[in-house]
């Protein structure tokens, strides 16, 4: 079937601003929005750009503006979109080329939460034990795959580049309400800072854009509330 | 050109390049270099679990473990590193869990353990729970945890920085690597006193694969071209149950939580070719299992797949433990796997073979063990060889932490003992080459029609049933695509994030792993494990109880064998 790929191209080496560039192709309607920027890049035009790796939504590489929504390209079958479909990098981080943006900013924020285990007692000997309740109760923020998804989906991001943004939220969340982390506070302390949680206006974009299907904005909301009323449950 | 220096460099930021570069962190100045950003790696998409006899929710013994591995890859393991593997993972699993990784739990907070394939309890009697795991994206969680160490230890991680070439000095020893740098396409010289390889497999040699567009084999291609050789390469997995036409994986834990595999007449197969374990046979044999059936006229419709059938399972169960899986299918297929029976076939999935090491995780020069100083590889690129002819379910996990953390603790202590070795003569210079090559070219075949042909061919010759016919004809066909790859040409000359080069480069690392693969499967005349022949299909341990060493030397092609380690279990048929 006919579709038309509508993408926005800049490439800084020779180009003053983006401009769209249309390519018409033949796409199966089961074919991700990836084949069709592989079918361009591979027998096209090789200097098209993006970023790619497991192509079946759990790497995290391939966020992108599908019409207007964050998407990864390998999540989104054809027959989803309509036969025109605009592809643009993600916003709120300076384009490096095409579909590249640059992830420093992104990548900075997530270290600023401290995510990753904190806990100073030596363990025992065996595991740590946590009952199946009190595993499920942070389930839902260790699917983040940290593909930038919802912190470029938020408007608060794209007019405040301190804010940490929903998915550092997320991955200090996945945290504090580990029974095993004891850094909850310290965490807290950072994210009731200036940068923090209260720049969150609760648009729920972040929601919506997340692939992995993590209650993003309920995640957030919940790191409001350990805020509010001192106590993580 | 820039300049680095460390202690350590390690290429690949998957399971094994970070278990090791966590042991090294705050001991050591070291460097992760990744293609990619260190959580997009291919670890994160490992689904069912890790291995460990930890006997949390049934007997088990890690000697169990270490004769299921042994007798999973057709006794042409290296007894002693199954020994290691099976023995460590039991700290390994609970080194990850002190880290922070979120297993499923047993109702009184244990690691949960489910089955898997090959696993067995008193040797061999029945299917044992030893797999601990993290709903059904276990290597996510693993992926995830290891990066967080990372990030917690300060790590030095050069993002985005694709390997070229590695570097060793005229008496042999190792001293880094040279990479470029995919935003600016600056070259880099990193020096260093110790190297550790761990870039993963390389699974998009072939059409159908479940591996990321990442899994390109360059390490392995690096090494073998400065000499290295590559074992064991013949063996390469093709797991059973892959989308249909896709290849993403479909976890083994689905049938190790009751799935079944049926054919086009609703047939339970499995269990007529294997009958104690059935569905949870090892891979190489569930995927023959799969190819008989469509052989004979019983795939789906006449078709080249098969179905993998959960309907029979509780919908609860489904969320809960294959949510990710499960998710595939739909998004994938449009298929409700609470309520349908999904399409399968083989997919290409796991290199037991790759650059040989000893259990330290030194890279090994010769059949006599020789280890090349300075010189380390670990996961899949690497071959200890506790996989043998046919990796077991979960063991990959298990070997990335198992070697990964084995290999940052000798480095550390070589690191201690030894002085930086001095960079050979203009060290830049044949990766400058390479890539200048391919960008001068003003017009040339382009690398797509080289690369969906060889894939094509390894899937067509080189796959799960082989004879000397067809691979003969893949050998002289990936020659002259060799030749072919000397002249293309890309479309992308600049500087800026430039993928159209580097994915020409992958394509030539590709095209090397490929003739490596094909040359030990056309020498070893037997099947044994993963590795099957029609013309010669009974193992041959008269001849082939050996690992196969491949050698790129100036004059072509050099074969040698290398002896298995028999330590426990001597070699006996292997039937499930």
Redesign the interface.
Known sequence: MEYTLRIKRY????DVKPAFKEYTLDLAP?D?VLDGLNQI???H???L?????????????DAMRINGRNRLAC?V?MQELGRRVTIEPLIGYAV???L?VD?DQF?ASY?AV????I?DDS?SA???????A??ER??DT?????CAACTTSCPITWTNENFVGPAAIVNAHR?IF?S??QGGAERLRILNGQSGVWRCRTVFNCTDACPRGIEVTKAIEEVKRALLYEQVV | MAYHRFDAVIVGAGGAGLMAAIQLAGKANIAVVSKLYPPRSHTGAAQGGISAALGNTEEDHWQWHMFDTVKGGDYLVDQDAAEVLAREAVDAVLELEHMGLPFNRTPDGRIDQRRFGGHTRNFGEGPVRRACYAADRTGHMIIQTLYQQGIKHNVNFLDEHHLIDLLFTDDGIACGCVTYEVKTGEIHTVHAKTVLVATGGYGRVWKITSNAMAGTGDGMAAAYRRGVPLMDMEFYQFHPTGIYKLGVLLSEAARGEGGILRNGDGEAFAARYAPTLGDLAPRDMVSRFIYQEVKEGRGVNGEDYVYLDLTHLPPELIDEKLPDITDFARTYLGVEPKTEPIPIQPTAHYAMGGIPTDIEGRVIRDELATPIPGFYAAGESACVSVHGANRLGTNSLVDLVVFGRRAGKHMLGFIEGNALPPLPTDPEFAARAQLADILSRPKGIRATEIREEMQELMMDKVSVVRDAAGMTAAKERIGELRRAFANCAIDDKGTTYNTDLLEAHELGCMLDCAEATIEGALARTESRGGHYRDDYPNRDDANWLAHTLVYRGSGGLEMRKKPVTITEFQPKERKY
């Open positions: 490439n800084p080496d020779q089961t991700r890049k591979w027998n035009d090789g200097s750009t993006y970023r790619r790796s497991c192509g079946h939504g759990v790497c995290g590489s999540k079958l490096v080329k095409d590249v992830m990548f270290k401290k995510p990753y285990l806990a363990p065996g595991e740590r034990r946590q009952s199946p009190q595993r942070f389930d260790t699917k983040c795959i940290l945290f580990d095993r982390d």
